[in-house]
């Protein structure tokens, strides 16, 4: 079997070698005793070159395997080196599509390589990657206990940068427990790191944009609006695949305060065009619905943009409100003529199924979006007539109030004259 040396050449041969071959040759180049600058260096270039040959072939767990194979070689490099190769490798896992379990397990396993080490600053990166990938999984109360006790950790050190990341991360898990008066307060902590530091674009980006979920959550569409502005743009410059969300999270934002006419054009615009696609093409259907408020419409969106829309739990949340609102504008505007009418001639005209129609009657009855009974047994709704309110009632109650407010004026008179 040939040996190949840790020497340029040898990298070389790599490069221009098959895929099986490459791997094979740039192990060997990792298995060299050499410790000499020279052989480190190539060694460097070996580990970029295989993690890029490994991901290609989606090998994961091999990637995974090198990562601890290369742990006595990071005894002999700096260790910003070491935390660049080991986040690069983490990294190259992470494009491999279904290694979520993967992940944690690599991560898992280099805390505690790290802890043993005592490289506290790697240590506290992969813990925020690790909380990341939990929350992804949807493993909650671990990822918060996790975070809960490395930001009290990273905010003695005052790592600015590192506070930012794990703030905005402690934000997104409320977010996602639906705690949003911790997920604010979180957020309001990951501005005030970043207000002391330089954030990279694409940081400020995200900040940008968990602000515009968090005001769209509270029904503040406009503001929610110009933070997914912000988003986009920071995004847009980047080429950073997030600007498509940002701008259907702008586009959302749009058709909650009733401008869906707007849609249209910020699609066609020039940024808008660049992001054509079913995330966009879902949303205009929407639009369109909503401009002529059709259910049908509404429902045919929902049904061919499932992905889009239902899968999106941010979209998802905001279209359900939307399409009650319209549902129950749609209902009353039916009933309107009525003083009483069957309930299957109601489904009929609005073209939903009859159980679907009388759920939500019976809701709107209790929620006193109009006065009126269900007669179950004829199948029947029942509108009553507006109530007139009594003005003596309110006449009584002021009358009531002021003679209070005499008796307590007597009442301290009196204390005095007694006093």
């Avoid at 991901?55 to 070491?82: N, Q």
Wanted: glycine share 4%.
């Amino acid at each position: 079997m040939v040996s190949y040396p840790a020497t340029t050449e040898t990298i070389s041969l790599a490069l221009e070698a098959n895929s099986s071959e490459a791997i094979s040759i740039l192990y060997q180049v990792l298995e060299d005793p050499s410790s000499s600058p020279e052989a480190i260096r190539i060694k460097e270039q070996a580990i970029t070159n295989l993690c890029d040959r490994l991901t290609e072939e989606k090998r994961g767990e091999d990637l995974r395997k090198l990562l601890t194979k290369l742990r006595p070689f990071f005894s002999l490099i700096p260790k910003a080196k070491t935390a660049k190769i080991v986040r690069g490798i983490i990294d190259a896992v992470a494009k491999i599509p279904g290694t979520t379990d993967l992940q944690i397990t690599l991560c898992k396993e280099m805390v505690e390589w790290t802890r043993a080490e005592k490289r506290t600053f790697l240590r506290q990166r992969v813990e925020a990657r690790l909380a990341a990938l939990l929350m992804e999984n949807k493993e909650y109360v671990e990822a918060l206990a996790l975070l809960s006790t490395l930001v009290k950790e990273v905010r003695r050190l005052d790592d600015k940068l590192l506070l930012v990341d794990i703030d905005l991360l402690e934000s997104k898990l409320h977010f996602s427990l639906r705690n949003l008066p911790k997920a604010k307060a979180a957020l309001t902590a990951a501005r005030t790191a970043a207000n002391a530091i330089y954030v990279p674009p694409a940081q400020q980006g995200t900040i940008d944009l968990q602000s515009g979920i968090l005001h769209a959550e509270e029904k503040d569409y406009k503001t929610g609006y110009s933070y997914f502005f912000e988003a986009f743009e920071s995004f847009n410059a980047l080429g950073d695949p997030r600007a498509v969300f940002s701008l259907k999270y702008m586009l959302l934002c749009k058709i909650m305060v009733s401008q869906a006419d707007d849609v249209a054009g910020i699609i066609s615009s020039k940024a808008g065009l660049q992001y054509v696609g079913p995330d966009l093409d879902a949303m205009k259907a929407v639009a369109d619905a909503h401009s002529k408020r059709s259910l049908k419409l509404f429902e045919n969106a929902l049904r061919d943009y499932k992905a889009q829309l239902e899968d999106d739990p941010i979209v998802h949340r905001h279209l359900s409100s939307l399409y009650d609102t319209l549902l129950e504008q749609n209902l009353c505007r039916l009933i309107e003529p009525f003083s009483r009418v069957e309930i299957a001639h109601i489904a009929e005209l609005i073209g939903l199924p009859l159980d679907h129609v009388e759920k939500k009657l019976s809701q709107m009855i209790l929620d006193k979006k109009f006065a009126g009974t269900l007669d179950q047994g004829a199948g029947c709704l029942i509108i009553f007539e507006d109530p007139k309110a009594d003005a003596i009632y309110s006449a009584t109650l002021d009358t009531i109030a002021n003679m209070g407010k005499v008796v307590d004026s007597l009442y301290v008179r009196s204390a005095k004259i007694m006093s």
